[in-house]
């Protein structure tokens, strides 16, 4: 009998969401890793604008980096064994777990009602958690969803969805957002720490040959 070696082990994709003031964390982990990630990298400077001029262009903070991915959701292979959970319910708890990373805790909202109600005017707003976006072991991003839709495209019986494509679209938290004693400051920190040293791997190391010039002497 012939035996082959495992293949590599197939990392998913994920969003982590870390309530700051318990430590407590919500992971929702992709069904099928997204076939596509469209990135967005916006540099903040000052100086070198049209019709400025600048000794210098200098970075105000951290570029401004957008990111969108189309999560795939389907129950076909959970019904296929059997799956309790996707019987009754097809993957409305998935969906609902990724809406709820945009809600604030109700539990949040009944005590600031409270609050109000016995004449306390210092309620302040409603506290996010930290999310994080997951993609392999290199990036680790603080990120906030701005945005999420989704389009079901099968139902049970109960009108519960059992196919779904969630959009979802999220802007980097960065050092530039966030305070130093914030999780997210030195997480983001850590992830662009991790891109120079990626970056460096990708230079050329005799570029000279490669352009035809000696940008040693540029």
């Known amino acids: 009998m012939t035996t082959y070696p495992p293949g590599p082990r197939l990392l998913k994709g994920a969003i982590v969401a870390i309530d700051l003031a318990t430590n407590q964390r919500s992971t929702i982990v992709f069904q099928y890793n997204p076939e596509t990630l469209s990135r967005s990298v916006q540099p903040q400077m000052a100086g070198g604008e049209q019709g400025q001029r600048s000794p210098v262009v200098r970075y105000t ?25 996707a019987a009754s319910l097809g993957i409305y708890p998935q969906l609902t777990a990724l809406e709820m ?13 409270q609050l109000l109600s ?3 005017i210092e309620v302040g707003p409603y506290v996010a958690p930290l999310t994080l976006f997951i993609w392999g072991g290199n990036r680790v991003l603080p990120v906030l969803l701005t945005s999420l839709s989704s389009r079901e495209e099968l139902f049970d019986n109960h009108l519960n969805p059992i196919r779904a494509t969630v959009t979802l679209n999220m802007r980097a938290l960065s050092y530039s957002d966030l305070d130093s004693s914030h999780k997210g400051y ?7 720490q991790a891109k120079e040293v990626m970056a460096r791997k990708g ?15 540029l």
């Open 61 to 85: 903070g951290a570029p401004l980096e957008t990111l969108t991915i189309d999560v795939m959701i389907d129950a076909i292979d959970q019904l296929e064994v059997g799956d309790q959970q």
């Open 186 to 192: 030195h997480l983001f920190l850590a992830y662009q």
């Open 203 to 217: 230079l050329a190391s005799d570029p000279s040959k490669a352009v035809g010039v000696n940008v040693n002497r």
């Open 101 to 113: 990373l945009l809600y604030p805790q109700s539990q949040q909202v009944i005590q600031n009602s």
């Open 118 to 120: 016995q004449g306390n």
